[in-house]
């Protein structure tokens, strides 16, 4: 169970897009199409973003889109906003009822 | 408006066990898997077990199996994590969380749980 991997940070002007990768094996993110996307906010609880790869749960805004290609996800946050500065969490299905999270990137808005 | 409120964490000397539970409103508990999600401070975030919808099967993170127990009352909406033989890299932030992998998922805001002697 060894976590996938994130780049630690990430930034963009407001306006800009950025993208998010969350590279894993094909026993996980290559595996299932059950890779979710979270936010976090300093001191707040993660918030879902991105879930089954491409999906936006409602309220999500259509400026976050997911992907995923081989044994790589990836969040794109288009459009930059200054609320969109957070950490951001991968996570996929990892066969036989287990679980992985990536190890986090930090999105930094200049 | 669908609510997760954890309970039952605080500071346990190591080797000593602690019991988190779970109360969930504003939705139809029995029909979405749960899971424990942990953060230690500073760190990221840690899958720590699920139990499906209707308590007919668990699973563990290795770092845990065997120490924590998992289980859930339909009949109450709440969800509890036995956790056994602490350890100080225990020390975390456990967040119950509905589903994450689909559309409903919805994470509580925590409960600390400090192990320290």
């Known amino acids: 169970q060894s976590a996938l991997t994130q780049p630690p940070s990430a930034s963009g002007s407001p306006g800009q897009s950025v993208t998010i990768s969350c590279t894993g094996t094909?026993?996980?993110?290559?595996?299932?199409?059950?890779v979710s996307w979270f936010q976090q906010h300093p001191g707040k609880a993660p918030k879902l973003m991105i879930y089954?790869?491409?999906k936006r749960p409602s309220g999500v805004p259509d400026r976050f889109s997911g992907s995923k290609s081989g044994n790589t996800a990836s969040l794109t946050v288009s459009g930059l906003q200054a609320e969109d500065e957070a950490d951001y969490y991968c996570?996929?299905?990892?066969?036989?009822?287990?679980?992985?999270f990536g190890t986090g990137t930090k999105v930094t808005v200049l | 408006q669908v609510q997760l409120v954890e309970s039952g964490g605080g500071v346990v000397q190591p080797g000593r066990s602690l019991r988190l539970s779970c109360a969930a409103s504003?939705?139809?508990?029995?029909?979405?898997?749960m899971h424990w999600v942990r953060q230690a401070p500073g760190k990221g975030l840690e899958w720590v077990a699920i139990?499906?919808?209707?308590?007919?099967?668990?699973n563990y993170a290795d770092a845990v199996k065997g120490r924590f127990t998992i289980s859930r009352d339909n009949s109450n909406n709440t969800m509890s994590l036995q956790m056994n033989s602490l350890r100080v890299d225990d020390t975390a932030v456990y967040y119950c969380?509905?589903?994450?992998?689909?559309?409903?998922?919805?994470w509580g805001q925590g409960t600390l749980v400090t192990v320290s002697s």
């Open positions: 969380v509905r589903d994450p992998f689909s559309g409903n998922g919805y």
């Open positions: 504003g939705f139809t508990f029995n029909k979405d898997a």
């Open positions: 139990i499906w919808y209707d308590g007919s099967h668990k």
């Open positions: 094909s026993g996980d993110v290559g595996g299932h199409n059950y």
């Open positions: 089954q790869v491409t």
């Open positions: 996570s996929s299905y990892a066969g036989s009822t287990n679980y992985v």
